[in-house]
């Protein structure tokens, strides 16, 4: 197996109990993306036609408001699939934007061919099912803190839960995925 390819087999394997014949279709289906930090793999409008496997890197799932603020909805690290998932189900235009935090090492799979692939295997529903209960706990505890924690809440448990995010992101990101300005947060870790 080539080496790109191994740390998503490893996902594949540990967490989803899928054999070595399972997996085999990934080298062929996946492939490679490098991308710069700043590059967008996804702009609102346009429909989500990849599914991406991060080896290395950040990538930021974000929306951009008229007044040209944006609001990041999440920060993706190593060995974590994303996409705008709506927009992959659905097939209609994708209301968030892709863009590279840093510059990452990927592989992706077309909307066709994952879907196609689940049809022909179906032991690849787990794969599906997998990305979409790990999307809806990662959002239903997102919301959970925005609505119960204030800003100091929830910088704190970011620090406690992922000190990555805080060492790893600038200001102005986490900020952004902490839902405050970048000023409140500057005074927030000031009074720490």
């Known amino acids: 197996m080539d080496p790109i390819y191994i740390e998503l087999a490893k996902l594949l394997r540990d967490k989803l109990a899928l054999s070595k014949e399972d997996i085999a279709p990934a080298e062929r289906l996946f492939k490679p993306v490098d991308i710069k ?98 999307g809806l706990t990662v959002i239903n505890n997102r919301l959970s803190g925005l609505i119960t924690q204030n800003a100091t809440e929830r910088y704190r448990n970011l620090l406690r839960d992922n000190p990555e995010l805080i060492q790893r992101l600038s200001n102005v990101n986490l900020a952004s995925y902490l839902n405050i300005s970048p000023e409140t947060l500057s005074r927030i870790k000031s009074n720490l």
């Open 37 to 134: 930090k700043g590059q967008h793999l996804l702009v609102k409008g346009q429909i989500a036609d990849r599914l991406f496997f991060i080896n290395r890197g950040c990538l930021r799932l974000y929306y951009s408001h008229e007044n040209l603020s944006m609001a990041t909805r999440f920060m993706a690290f190593e060995h974590t699939f994303l996409t705008s998932i709506v927009s992959f189900i659905s097939r209609n235009p994708s209301a968030e934007y892709i863009e590279a935090v840093e510059e990452s090492q990927l592989l992706a799979i077309t909307h066709q061919d994952f879907f196609r692939l689940r049809s022909q295997m179906p032991v690849w529903d787990k794969v599906y099912v997998y990305i979409l209960e790990y």
